[in-house]
């Protein structure tokens, strides 16, 4: 069973510049997340879509977005990039649905990361 | 205060020694929760999930939830240097919240 795939793993934008990353999640999962992952900040949650609708959203600005097509991939945008944008970007990908507390619920799957780095 | 605490160490035990790494979490609602283990340059992997207060064990592993106390723990026992990374703890409510997880803690497992 294939996993996460994250493309592209490395990507190097100037300020100003605008960014699109890809998820493809594991077979059969319908929600995808997306997360940024700084030394000082940790994993700090953007937002997760389950069934093409966004379901959660983050704390963040409104230059981070994200959508997910009929097929359970799904992209994230972050326009205007600014320095404190450097990241790790982690997609994780889940069932997304079924009772909260049974077995395998809610468990993320993580891919590998889109490392960003805004010179 | 945060939604998920955990101590940020590093945490350093000698091999073969019990590693206990502890957490707490904010939110009474929280009703599954998860350890992951990242590797320094990787994304993190699901070590275990437990749903039900008490213990819950797999291999060396075992997690220990105790709800009324708000508090998650993972133990490894007979720590290896391979279980050197960062352990972080995740909290999911029966809401539509996403998964929160804490800041993690280092553990270093000394040869």
């Not at chain 1, 493309?7 to 077979?27: A, D, E, H, N, W």
């Not at chain 1, 319908?30 to 379901?55: A, D, H, I, K, N």
């Not at chain 2, 206990?20 to 904010?26: D, E, F, Q, R």
Request: aromatic share 10%.
């Amino acid at each position: 069973k294939a996993g996460v795939t994250q493309t592209p793993r490395y990507l190097i934008k100037t300020r100003g510049q605008q960014v699109t990353l890809s998820c493809s999640p594991i077979s059969g999962h319908r929600s995808v997340s997306w997360y940024q992952q700084t030394p000082g900040q940790g994993l700090q949650f953007l937002f997760e879509y389950f069934s093409e609708t966004q379901r959660n959203k983050g704390n963040f600005p409104g230059r981070f977005s994200g959508r997910q097509f009929s097929n359970s991939r799904s992209e994230m945008n972050v326009s205007t990039l600014e320095l404190g944008d450097s990241a790790l970007y982690l997609c994780a990908s889940s069932r997304g649905q079924g009772i909260p507390t049974s077995p395998g619920a809610n468990v993320l799957t993580f891919g590998a990361g889109s490392r960003l780095t805004v010179l | 205060q945060k939604e998920v605490e955990q101590n940020s160490g590093p945490l350093s035990v000698p091999e073969g020694a019990i590693a206990s790494l502890n957490c707490t979490y904010s939110d009474r609602g929280s009703q599954s929760f998860f350890w992951y283990r990242q590797y320094s340059g990787k994304s993190p992997e699901l070590i275990m999930s437990i749903y039900s207060n008490g213990d819950k064990e797999d291999g060396r592993f075992t997690a220990q939830l105790n709800k009324a106390s708000q508090y998650v723990s993972l133990l490894i026992r007979d720590s290896q240097p391979s279980d050197s990374a960062t352990y972080l703890c995740a909290v999911k409510d029966t809401g539509r919240r996403a998964l929160t997880f804490g800041s993690g803690t280092r553990l270093q497992v000394q040869p």
